[in-house]
């Protein structure tokens, strides 16, 4: 399944999705279903703050973040990193957590199920007929 439609199905099934977008492993922007490309932006570099500081805060040496949950008054920001990439969904002001990051691991995955190109098969090179030079 493509990012684009993987999102639109994640913020069709779960009700408390407001917003998602898909973050490639250097951070950008892969596919958003905010249509408006600086909303996506400001999402992405808010999750990359979020991740930042995280990983400022605690785990061990090297260790990356890979859930995060962050909540204010107005709603919250799940982020989910799995695979190089990071899923970043935001929320209501009172969201079930655990339903979101079952939505949020099920959209991943179906984006590691999708089939894989097939690489093109190569032919062996022809045989020069014996006695050729």
Do not use: H, N, W
């Not at 929320?91 to 099920?106: H, M, S």
């Amino acid at each position: 399944m493509d990012a684009a439609r993987a999102l639109a199905d994640l913020t069709e099934i779960s009700s408390e999705i407001e917003a998602a977008v898909l973050l490639d492993e250097a951070g950008a922007v892969v596919a958003s279903t905010p249509d408006d490309a600086e909303r996506a932006g400001r999402i992405a570099v808010g999750a990359r703050r979020l991740l930042e500081r995280a990983r400022e805060a605690g785990g061990r040496e090297g260790e990356e973040p890979r859930r995060l949950e962050a909540g204010t008054g107005a709603g919250s920001v799940f982020v989910l990193r799995r695979e190089g990439r990071t899923l970043v969904a935001t929320t209501g002001r009172t969201p079930t957590a655990g339903l979101v990051f079952y939505d949020l691991e099920r959209c991943l995955q179906s984006l590691e199920e999708a089939p894989k190109p097939k690489p093109k098969r190569r032919r062996a090179p022809k045989k020069q007929a014996d006695g050729a030079a």
